[in-house]
């Protein structure tokens, strides 16, 4: 189970940095074309699956553990 739940470390460091990045977007005052927005949302999205598929298997292995 430790292993399902370390996997994670890596893309919740990303989504961090994602959420920086939208941070520094979302208060400057230069134009950011809807593109660029776009992208960071499909790699948001296919983030999140990633994040939630490792999620519900770290749940799996642990309802497992306690039987």
Same mark, same amino acid.
């Given at each position: 189970? =430790?292993?399902?739940?370390?996997?994670?470390? #890596? &893309? %919740? &460091?990303?989504? %961090?940095? =994602?959420? !920086? +990045? *939208?941070?520094? =977007?979302?208060? /400057? /005052?230069?134009?950011?074309?809807?593109? @660029?927005?776009? %992208?960071?949302? #499909?790699? *948001? #999205?296919?983030? @999140?699956?990633? *994040?939630?598929? !490792?999620? #519900?298997?770290? =749940?799996?292995?642990? +309802?497992? +553990?306690? !039987?």
């Amino acid at each position: 189970m =430790f292993s399902a739940v370390s996997d994670m470390e #890596e &893309r %919740v &460091r990303d989504l %961090v940095g =994602f959420a !920086q +990045a *939208l941070c520094v =977007f979302g208060s /400057s /005052s230069t134009y950011i074309p809807p593109k @660029a927005v776009h %992208v960071l949302a #499909e790699a *948001l #999205e296919a983030l @999140a699956a990633r *994040l939630e598929t !490792q999620w #519900e298997l770290a =749940f799996k292995l642990a +309802a497992e +553990a306690k !039987q």
